[in-house]
């Protein structure tokens, strides 16, 4: 764990950045390295007391009708992304979650991937990752893979924490837990970021490193915007997938 965070340390020193522009300085080391061995503990969940009177969350919205568009790229193939928060709920573990749907497609409008994921936020502002039922698909629409899909209360699976109420710099947690399967890591590393893409301008951005113990030397970086959630997203370092958001709408009714 020491040598993945002096890593991340690096990145931010360097100044890496995806799709926006960053001034404020990363933490001390020494912080982030106390936090990541905290995260590092296998967690325990959230129970459904907690959500009895949610608070939403203004750095990851749940409103329904709201829809992202983005525009991305990897290993050098190009895509587009919809998330839409949806009418139907789905209780996972006694919580009544909102349903995300994630339609990733290829550049010829073949379908790449699916996934139905699943929030809840709880009486403080903070939002729970539930898990999610994810399959990938060949350009003629048949099923290539279900990997990555888990669901909070099975198989040992455990809520994570997708965004705290209010995140603070250096700030480390766990957004997931199936052992094996489902294991990302999140790092909050600056706020008052410049975010520049083709939906928004702003500066008053937030930050965050994630990575996974699943895959080894993969760093990746979002950019999130209160009111919009997560607007930018790009791999620092092991990877090449980038996405940016190009629209977003809501629907009322």
């Known amino acids: 764990m020491r040598v993945l965070i002096t890593g991340l340390v ?40 907690r959500f009895d ?35 139907r709920h789905r209780v996972v573990a006694g919580v009544r979650t909102t349903i995300l749907r994630d339609v990733l497609r290829r550049a010829d409008g073949s379908l790449a ?28 629409g048949g099923v290539i893979s279900r990997e990555g899909s888990w669901e909070t209360g099975r198989d040992g699976a455990v809520a994570g924490r997708i965004m705290p109420a209010h995140p603070r710099v250096t700030a480390a947690f766990r957004q997931e837990y199936l052992r094996g399967s489902a294991e990302d890591q999140a790092w909050v590393v600056q706020r008052g970021v410049r975010v520049r893409t083709p939906a928004l301008t702003t500066t008053s951005g937030l930050r ?3 990575w996974t113990r699943l895959e080894p030397g993969v760093v990746s970086q979002k950019l999130y915007v209160r009111g919009r959630g997560v607007v930018a997203e790009r791999d620092l370092a092991g990877g090449s997938e980038r996405f940016v958001l190009v629209r977003f709408t809501h629907r009322s009714g």
Do not use: I
Not at 17 to 43: F, I, L, N, W
Not at 53 to 69: E, K, V
């Open 208 to 210: 965050t490193l994630e």
């Open 53 to 87: 009177h949610p608070r939403a969350n203004p750095w990851f919205p749940l409103r329904t009708g709201d829809a992202w568009f983005l525009r991305g790229s990897d290993e050098g193939h190009r895509y587009t992304e919809r998330v839409t928060v949806l009418r």
């Open 113 to 140: 991937e699916l996934t139905h994921d699943w929030y809840a936020a709880d009486h403080g502002g903070t939002v729970w990752y539930f898990g999610e039922r994810t399959a990938t698909y060949d350009r003629h």
């Open 10 to 49: 690096a990145l931010l020193g360097a100044g890496v950045t995806a799709g926006a522009s960053a001034t404020a300085a990363g933490p001390p080391a020494s912080s982030a390295h106390h936090r990541a061995v905290a995260v590092g503990e296998v967690p325990a969940g959230p129970g459904p007391g």
